[in-house]
Every structure is written in C-alpha cells, then in structure tokens.
C-alpha cells in the first residue's frame, strides 16, 4: 500500500498545483467476500494513504454488491473505521446490474429499496447519497414528476428524508 501512495504523490500533488480545490476519495466495493480481511485493508489504506499523501481522503464512498449476504455487516465496519478518521462516507444506490433489469422503472425501484434497507439502519446511514448506474437504466434522467427517471429517484430519496418539492 505504501508503494502505491508513493506512485500516485506525484500525481497528487500536479492535480493540487492545478486544481488546487479538487476532492481526491476513494470508491471501493462492499460486500466481497474476498479478501477476507477486506474491510481492514480499506482501513489501513486511508491511514497509509493520508500518511504518505499528507491529507486524509476528502471521501469514501461504498459500491455495495448487493446480493453478498455479508454486505450490511462489511457497511457498518467500514463506516465505523471511515468516520472515525474523519472521512465524509458514501453509499452508491444503484439497481440491477446483474442483468434482471429490464425497465427503468425496475431499475429505479430496486435502488429505492436499496437506500431504504440501508438507511432504515442508524449504524449504515451514511454521509453521501449517490445515485450512479453501470448500465443502461434508467433511460431518462427528466422529468423528475416520472417514476422511472433517475431525477424521480432523487426527489423519492429527498423526499424520504424529509426535504420538501421546493
């Protein structure tokens, strides 16, 4: 891991004399049942990376493999280590993927009750809550008043939390 960090330094520190407010975080998958100390690794990398870096990640953000049965327990741990370094964490919400989804609709409703699962949890809830897809759901990004559409998603989301339409 040490290795690593020093590689990327160099890049780093051109990014910042570029663009001096850039946000450099990490995106890592959660819920893999390998390697076994996976959770762990994630841990000692933000400690090593701000060690060498000298700045701590400006975010971490959780890509969940939702059908791993060890998913919830991988979130938690990795929240827990991620706050404790003062790390804004984030989860991605996403649907499908594993080829079942065959509308926008099922997309989106799939990562609606993914945020719900999540979120009904205190110990899961994270800082961030980013709406990102691989495939080719949902379609349409507007209107937001249409189910199906990935800015519906947001307002449900926003919604669920509160937030009123204007």
Known sequence: ???IARDIAPGVADLRAKFPYVQIGDVEPIGTAQPAD?????????????????EKLAFFHADVVWKAPIWRQQLAAVRTNIHAKGIPFGVIYDGGGAGN???DDVWTQEAEQRFHQVESTSSLVPDQA????WVRWPRRLLPETEHGTMT???????QAH???EN
């Open 38 to 54: 996976w959770v762990q690794e994630i841990n000692e990398w933000s400690h090593v990376y701000q060690t060498v870096i000298g």
């Open 152 to 158: 519906n998603l947001v307002l449900r989301y926003l």
């Open 101 to 103: 989804t065959e509308s």
């Open 1 to 3: 891991m040490e290795r």
């Open 130 to 133: 980013i709406f990102q897809s």
């Open 162 to 164: 509160g937030a009123s």
